[in-house]
């Protein structure tokens, strides 16, 4: 029921930053989760952050906490990973997650999620 469109991505040097963007359109719901996840080559997809749209409880992965922060705003059913002191270990492709009904054990697990955006690559050069 919801398209997801992401923007923001690009090259960026080691310790700088980004902010993406993901855009929900179509039906939402008020329970909605959203998420980002990312995948570099030849590596499984890692959970970064999710955010609960109705209480707006955050959710991050170990390797970005304390640098990255998910926002939304509620008006324009848009999230937002801001992304600080970024490292090469960063780099792969970043996807945003939608879910009507995502449970707390489950936030950070890609499967539960059935709505995905097209991705958008990030790049920390050296």
């Known amino acids: 029921q919801v398209q997801l469109v992401e923007s923001g991505g690009g090259l960026v040097q080691a310790g700088g930053s980004l902010r993406l963007s993901c855009a929900a359109s179509g039906r939402t719901f008020s329970r909605y989760a959203m998420g980002w996840f990312r995948q570099a080559p030849g590596k499984e997809r890692e959970f970064v952050a999710a955010?609960?749209?109705?209480?707006?409880?955050?959710y991050y992965g170990d390797s970005v906490k304390g640098r990255f922060t998910i926002s939304r705003d509620n008006a324009k059913i848009t999230v937002y990973l801001q992304m600080n002191s970024l490292k090469p270990e960063d780099t792969a492709v970043y996807y945003c997650?939608?879910?009507?009904?995502?449970?707390?054990?489950?936030?950070?697990?890609?499967?539960?999620?059935?709505?995905w955006g097209q991705g958008t690559q990030v790049t920390v050069s050296s």
């Open positions: 955010i609960r749209w109705s209480e707006s409880s955050t």
């Open positions: 997650a939608a879910d009507a009904n995502v449970q707390r054990p489950t936030i950070a697990v890609a499967t539960a999620y059935d709505h």
